[in-house]
């Protein structure tokens, strides 16, 4: 490191000298996200300003509370990053209140509901096995153990969500809140519906949108703010920005929710995320982002065609987001088994449940496919027409798995993960 240089912050030789065994566990990881392609949804590829603030000395410093109201000394500095995440969100989101401290998505989904809730209340939600998350009510998480939870799905025609089921489930079980928002959704979801529901039973309205917030960042898909009393989000999927999780509410809700992050669900915020948040949040506010987020939405347009023509149906019959979900059943595959043959060929994608899965959610009949990481790399609709082939090939043509490789070796030296400095 220059000594002259004010920051202190990452050296990379000081890690491999002290702790060679996990640096290379880091070397190892930048090689494999370089050799190959990520089409995990809900991953992306950070920028190294984001890095550099992860790997700052913030995470030293404990800051219970809030910016200007802690319970430690010494936080005048870290105050100004909290500050600049949430003013940056509230610009960036339209909304009236911001809370940047949950640790991740699934933090802030606890606090959501810790915020507007007793246990044992009545929720309505998306069932997992047709794309919500296992905070929407699995009996594995808190949310199916402490409350009671009413699920919708999507229709078995369309296998588009059934707002005539939702409504009726709503009337006949007055949950106190409603959740929209999935994890394996590929299409809009209509807030304006949902949010009509709600009023029609006096519900609250909470929008889950850790997968496509940094679409609505960048005006890609409509936004939930203006329809949801709460917001929930990651910041590390479409976003683009550090691993982690915030919330965003109405003027009303504001302490409710700032209480139920801390003191009652966590402890001290992690301030060198928070900086990270706030580095992500300024990058989203650039009309790059806006670009990007476009081009994710058309990438995921060209990918799910491209896979269609290859004879891989697309649930729903194709996206409007940044994933689609491909039904495996009639090629004789199953998720799990087009997983592997797909890291074989050096393209990481993951199985997951179709709506009305036969199978069970280690095995599963589907894949789902994002665009997040290959937009941030720079590739286009021509280069996920490419995709489109390679993957069929990967999982239909056992003897492809070379030549498979060969291309995405290409692909990936024409369009690097973290380029190295010339
Ligand atoms: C809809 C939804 N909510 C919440 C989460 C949880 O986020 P995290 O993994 O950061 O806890 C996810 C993660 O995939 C998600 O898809």
Known sequence: MDKSE???GPDFSQLAREDPEIAQVLLDEVDRLRGGLQLIASENLTSGAVMAALGSTLTDKYAE?????RYYGGCEVVDRAETLAVDRAKALFKADHANV???????ANLAAYAALLQPGDTVLAMALQHGGHLTHGSHVNFSGRWFDVVSYGVRRDTELIDHDEVRELAIRHNPKMIICGATSYPRLIDYSVFRGIADEIGAWLFVDAAHTIGLMAGEAVPSAVP???VVTFTTHKTLRGPRGGGLLCTEELAERIDRAVFPFTQGGPLMHVIAAKAVAFGEALRPEFKRYAARTVENAAALTEG???EGM???SGGTDTHLALIDLRDLGVSGAEAERRCALAGITL???VIPYDPEPPTVTSGIRIGTPCVTTQGMGVGEMKEIASLVAR???DSGAVTSVLQRVKVLTATHPTYPREE
Do not use: E, I
Not at 101 to 107: F, I, L, T, V
């Open 6 to 8: 004010p920051f202190y």
């Open 227 to 229: 329809y949801a009393d």
């Open 313 to 315: 149906r697309p649930v």
């Open 394 to 396: 990967a999982v239909l």
């Open 307 to 309: 896979l269609a023509a």
């Open 65 to 69: 509370g809030y910016p200007g109201r």
């Open 350 to 352: 993951n199985r997951n």
């Open 101 to 107: 401290q949950p640790h991740s998505g699934a933090s």
